[in-house]
């Protein structure tokens, strides 16, 4: 009986070692495929809504979606690889380099419709706000883990969300009130993850709360714009967008008509007048999941919305399972960074939550946008990794 249940265990442990010493295999087979099948939805959707909007070369934005996504598969693999708790030892030059990227898009960017947002590369635009998400939630993450044992002090908290204040006031000016609002919304959560005291967040939120009156309604009658005029009306747009039907207004009522006019199945690629005669602007960036909802409906839509579930649940998943506080906070960080994303873009484009130009991970065209995004999943990826290594050798200490 003893020698059946040794050679079981035996055989168990090569198992295990098989699939430790398989780059693939350790990987969250969950998080992959809906990766993969986002970034596939992604290349669909925008090759379709763009397909001539280039004379002279109709694949364009396919072309260079479904590029981006190979890299950043590439890029997701590399880093599933990497020991994420190293990234703790660089946190101060991960933070300098977000807000020197940040500055340098000030200084050297290039102006696209008034927003100078991007910095010129041979293959690529780079958006230095959207790597600065994760960049952000790397370091923010390292700061809260070195100050773990003072989290019920104020002035952890404090430090925290000057932190991410500094970048989101530096990508405001830009101006990208989006990134800014991310930005915000992961270090909330890293503090939450963390263990913050909730008090601190009542203060936080009376904070929030006064700031948007004061931004929105006591300094602009006092003459002070500290938003810009089309901030302003993208904020109160979705409040009723009958008041402003020839700009903002406008955007969300093409949008929703699209997403309406989709039905169950939708219009398919051909018949999706809202996006084929260009009613419904931005339709590949920040507007795509209203070409989704009108090409393929309610059953389109409910797929690419599983599909980020599906993201979002692995992400927690690997959160509860990471070996180390660091690992479980930058879980929590970019789990914020793409619920926060999924939900203010979807909201948006049905007229439950302002626009402000998130974009909608790995479906919107950008290839900031999505090489960040695999990038986030890599570190999850990497985190899950880890903790499996983590268990395995635990296992064999116990069997010992």
Known sequence: MSAALGSQIKRFQETEQRILASPFLQLDPLLLLAGIGLIACGVYVVGTATHGDIPGNPDYYLVRQAAYGAVGLVLMLVLARFDYSRLREWKLGIYGMTIGLILLTLALGTATRGSKRWIDLPFLKLQPSELGKVLLVVALSAFVVDRVRRLSDKETTSRVLLLAILPAMLVVIQPDLGSALVYTA?????????????THFLVIGLITVTSIVGILVAAPAAGVHVLKQYQVDRLTAFVNPTDNPRRQG?????????????????????????????????????????????????????????????????????????????????????????MF????????????????????????????????????????????????????????????
């Open 186 to 198: 992961i270090a909330c959560t890293v503090l939450f993850v963390a263990g913050t005291r909730w």
């Open 341 to 400: 994303q999924v939900f203010v873009n979807v909201g948006m484009t049905i007229g439950i939550m302002p626009i402000t130009g998130v974009p909608l991970p790995l479906l919107s065209y950008g290839g900031s946008s999505v090489l960040v995004t695999f990038l986030a999943i890599g570190l999850l990826q990497s985190i899950h990794v880890q903790a499996r290594a983590s268990a395995a050798a635990k296992r064999r200490e116990l069997i010992a």
């Open 250 to 338: 406008y955007q969300l009522k093409e949008s929703q008509v699209a997403i309406g006019s989709g039905e169950k199945t939708g219009r398919g690629p051909a018949h999706a007048s809202q996006t084929k005669l260009d009613f419904l602007p931005e339709h590949h960036t920040d507007f795509v999941f209203s070409v989704v909802g009108e090409e393929f409906g309610f059953v389109g839509a409910a797929l690419v919305l599983s599909l980020y579930a599906l993201l979002i649940w692995r992400a927690l998943r690997i959160l509860t399972m990471s070996k180390n506080l660091y690992g479980a906070l930058i879980a929590g960080g970019i789990t914020a960074m793409l």
